[in-house]
C-alpha cells in the first residue's frame, strides 16, 4: 500500500528531511560551541558562510514539513475509501495505532517550521546574527521529532492493511464516547459559540492591536497577548468545529466529525476552514515568541517589523476562519439555538 | 572618518604555516585627505587595505567607520556598507571583458535599484570628467591601459562613494598615464573625496596630493607622517 504518490511523497518528505537535520547536525554543533560573531577568526569567518547555506537548508525542510502537514490531512482523507469501515480520515488513520501519533507530530512539526523560519526571518536581519545558537539548538532539539514523525509514519503506512475492519469517525467524536474529542463535542452548542466567537474575537482584536501598533512602547504586551490570545483561539476554533460547526454543515445534531468536511461531498469545506486557521494560529503565536527576543537591542526593529506583519496575517487567518465558519453556520437549514 | 585600534590579522590559523600579516595596527583615516600606504612587499600594505575597505575582517581589533564599530559585522552587512560607502581601484583594474566602458562603470550600481536611466546619465558625466566621454560604448578589452584605469576610477566612484580605496593604482601605468592618475585625483581630493592607497611609486607617494604617508613593514606602522 505505501506505492501510492501521496505515501511515498510523504515519507521522501520525512526522510529527506531528517537526512538533512542530521547532516546539518555537526554544523549546529560547531556552530553552538565556537560562535563568536566578534571574533575575526578564519574558523567564525568559516561558520558564517556556512550558516548561509545550512539556513537555507533548514528553511527548505521547514517548508517541505509546511506542505507534508496538509499532503498528510489530504491523504488521510483520500485513503478512506480504501477500508472497511471507513467514512473520512479517521477511519483510515485509526486502521492501526500510528495513524493518529502520526497525524499529531506532522501538525507539531507544522508549527516547529513555522517558528523557526521566523526566527531564521528575524536573526539574518539583525547585524549580530544574536539568535544563530538558539535556531541551532532548535533545530539538535528537533531531530528526535522528525525521527519520531518518520517511524511513525513507515509504521503507519507499512501497517496499512485493507482487510481491517476499521472504527468511523461516528464512534470517535461520539457524545457517549470516553474521549477528549467527545468531551468536546458534547459541550452546549450555545456556550460553545460564547466561548469560540469571544476566544476568537480575542485574538483578531489582541492581533490587530499589535499589528497597528497600538501595544505599549515597544509592543511587547501587545505581542504576547498575540501569541497567547492565537494559541487559546486555535484550541477554541478546534473545539467550536468539533461542538457546533460541524453540525451545522453536516445539517446533522449528532455528526461532529472533523474530518468529514474535507471530503468532496461537502465540498472541500473544511479545507476553507483549516488553513486560514493553521496560518493565523501559527502566525499569531510566532509573534508572540519572537517578542520574547526584542530586548536585545539589534533585534528590536528586526523584531518589531516582523512581529506586526505577522499578526497582521494573524488579523487576516482567523478573520477568514471566522468569517468561513459564520458563513455556513448562516448558511445551513440546521436549528440549534432557538 | 576610519578608525583602526589594535588590529591584527593572521592567515591559515591554527595551521602549521600560520602567519600574522598584521599586528598592532592603530591608524586613523581623517576624512576629505589622501592617505598612502607605503612599504615592501609583504609589509601588509594590501592586508590592511583590504581591511580599510571592508574586504576582509580581522582577526582581532577594531575598525570603526564615521565612529560606528562595524569590526563584528558579517559579510552581508559589509557588503552594503561597501556599496554605500567605498569605491574601489584595483590594481589590474578587474573590468569585465565583453562590456562597455559604460556597462562596466554602472555595474556596481545595479543592486541600489536605481533607474538604469539615471545609471547611465551618471556614469556619461563621470565618463565626461576623465575625458573618456568618446570610447562609452567601447568594449573595455579595446581601451588602452590609461584609457581601462580611467574607466575603474568611473566605476569606483558610479555609487558616489565617500572613500575611495586604490591598490597599487599606477603599478601598470607608464610615467605620463600616472602623471594622468595624479592630475585625476587631485580633483577627487579638490573635490573633498578621502582617499587611501598603497603604493611603491616615489611618483605617487611623494607627489603634493598625498597629504599623509604611512610606512608598513613586517605587519607594524614604521612611520606615519
Given at each position: 500500500m505505501i506505492f501510492q504518490p501521496a505515501i511515498i511523497a510523504l515519507l521522501l518528505a520525512a526522510g529527506i528531511s531528517l537526512a538533512m537535520l542530521l547532516a546539518a547536525s555537526p554544523f549546529a554543533v560547531q556552530v553552538i560551541r565556537h560562535w563568536d560573531i566578534a571574533s575575526g577568526s578564519e574558523r567564525q569567518l568559516k561558520l558564517e558562510r556556512l550558516t548561509y547555506l545550512f539556513s537555507t537548508l533548514v528553511a527548505f525542510v521547514c517548508l517541505v514539513q509546511i506542505l507534508a502537514a496538509l499532503l498528510f490531512v489530504f491523504n488521510a482523507d483520500k485513503m478512506s475509501v480504501m477500508f472497511v469501515g471507513a467514512m473520512c480520515a479517521v477511519g483510515a488513520l485509526n486502521v492501526n495505532a500510528f495513524g493518529f501519533p502520526a497525524l499529531y507530530v506532522q501538525l507539531t512539526l507544522f508549527f516547529l517550521a513555522v517558528l523557526w523560519l521566523a526566527l531564521n526571518h528575524v536573526d539574518s536581519r539583525a547585524r549580530d546574527y544574536p539568535l544563530v545558537r538558539l535556531k541551532y539548538a532548535l533545530l539538535l532539539a528537533a531531530i528526535p521529532l522528525f525521527i519520531l514523525s518518520l517511524w511513525l509514519q513507515l509504521s503507519y503506512f507499512l501497517g496499512l492493511k485493507a482487510d481491517v475492519i476499521t472504527s468511523c469517525c461516528g464512534s470517535m467524536f461520539s457524545e457517549q464516547a470516553d474521549t477528549l474529542a467527545s468531551e468536546v463535542t458534547a459541550l452546549e452548542a450555545k456556550p460553545a459559540m460564547i466561548v469560540f466567537y469571544g476566544t476568537l474575537a480575542a485574538a483578531i482584536a489582541l492581533s490587530a492591536w499589535h499589528w497597528l501598533g497600538h501595544g505599549n512602547e515597544r509592543g511587547n504586551m501587545s505581542g504576547y497577548l498575540t501569541?497567547?490570545?492565537?494559541?487559546?483561539?486555535?484550541?477554541?476554533?478546534?473545539?467550536?468545529?468539533?461542538?457546533?460547526?460541524?453540525?451545522?454543515?453536516?445539517?446533522?445534531?449528532?455528526?461532529?466529525?472533523?474530518?468529514?468536511?474535507?471530503?468532496?461531498?461537502?465540498?472541500?469545506?473544511?479545507?476553507?476552514?483549516?488553513?486560514?486557521?493553521?496560518?493565523?494560529?501559527?502566525?499569531?503565536?510566532?509573534?508572540?515568541?519572537?517578542?520574547?527576543?526584542?530586548?536585545?537591542?539589534?533585534?528590536?526593529?528586526?523584531?518589531?517589523?516582523?512581529?506586526?506583519?505577522?499578526?497582521?496575517?494573524?488579523?487576516?487567518?482567523?478573520?477568514?476562519?471566522?468569517?468561513?465558519?459564520?458563513?455556513?453556520?448562516?448558511?445551513?437549514?440546521?436549528?440549534?439555538?432557538? | 572618518m576610519l578608525e583602526l585600534t589594535n588590529i591584527r590579522k593572521a592567515f591559515n590559523q591554527g595551521k602549521h604555516n600560520e602567519y600574522w600579516a598584521l599586528s598592532g595596527i592603530d591608524l586613523a583615516i581623517p576624512a576629505q585627505q589622501v592617505t598612502a600606504l607605503r612599504g615592501p612587499s609583504g609589509s601588509g600594505k594590501t592586508t590592511l587595505l583590504t581591511i580599510l575597505g571592508c574586504l576582509a575582517r580581522p582577526t582581532e581589533g577594531r575598525v570603526r567607520l564615521k565612529g560606528e564599530d562595524i569590526s563584528g559585522l558579517p559579510e552581508r552587512f559589509l557588503t552594503d556598507i561597501r556599496r554605500r560607502s567605498f569605491g574601489f581601484i584595483f590594481q589590474q583594474f578587474n573590468l569585465i571583458r565583453g562590456l562597455s566602458a559604460v556597462e562596466n562603470i554602472i555595474l556596481p550600481a545595479y543592486p541600489t535599484g536605481q533607474p538604469r536611466k539615471d545609471l547611465l546619465l551618471k556614469a556619461d558625466a563621470l565618463l565626461a570628467d576623465v575625458a573618456l566621454g568618446h570610447r562609452r560604448?567601447?568594449?573595455?578589452?579595446?581601451?588602452?591601459?590609461?584609457?581601462?584605469?580611467?574607466?575603474?576610477?568611473?566605476?569606483?566612484?558610479?555609487?558616489?562613494?565617500?572613500?575611495?580605496?586604490?591598490?597599487?593604482?599606477?603599478?601598470?601605468?607608464?610615467?605620463?598615464?600616472?602623471?594622468?592618475?595624479?592630475?585625476?585625483?587631485?580633483?577627487?581630493?579638490?573635490?573633498?573625496?578621502?582617499?587611501?592607497?598603497?603604493?611603491?611609486?616615489?611618483?605617487?607617494?611623494?607627489?603634493?596630493?598625498?597629504?599623509?604617508?604611512?610606512?608598513l613593514r613586517d605587519g607594524h606602522i614604521v612611520d606615519a607622517k
Open positions: 501569541g497567547l490570545a492565537s494559541l487559546a483561539g486555535f484550541v477554541a476554533a478546534i473545539a467550536g468545529i468539533l461542538a457546533f460547526v460541524s453540525l451545522y454543515i453536516y445539517e446533522h445534531p449528532h455528526h461532529h466529525c472533523p474530518f468529514c468536511i474535507l471530503k468532496p461531498e461537502y465540498d472541500y469545506q473544511g479545507y476553507a476552514l483549516y488553513v486560514p486557521l493553521f496560518v493565523g494560529a501559527a502566525a499569531g503565536m510566532s509573534t508572540g515568541v519572537l517578542r520574547l527576543f526584542s530586548g536585545r537591542p539589534s533585534l528590536a526593529p528586526v523584531i518589531d517589523a516582523t512581529s506586526r506583519p505577522l499578526a497582521g496575517v494573524a488579523v487576516v487567518g482567523f478573520g477568514l476562519f471566522v468569517a468561513v465558519a459564520t458563513f455556513m453556520i448562516w448558511h445551513s437549514n440546521l436549528i440549534l439555538l432557538d | 560604448d567601447a568594449k573595455v578589452e579595446w581601451l588602452s591601459g590609461g584609457e581601462q584605469q580611467r574607466v575603474a576610477i568611473c566605476r569606483a566612484l558610479i555609487n558616489d562613494p565617500e572613500i575611495l580605496i586604490a591598490d597599487e593604482p599606477t603599478a601598470n601605468l607608464d610615467t605620463k598615464l600616472s602623471k594622468e592618475f595624479l592630475g585625476i585625483l587631485e580633483k577627487l581630493a579638490d573635490k573633498g573625496r578621502t582617499i587611501v592607497l598603497t603604493s611603491h611609486d616615489p611618483m605617487v607617494v611623494d607627489s603634493s596630493v598625498v597629504n599623509r604617508v604611512v610606512s
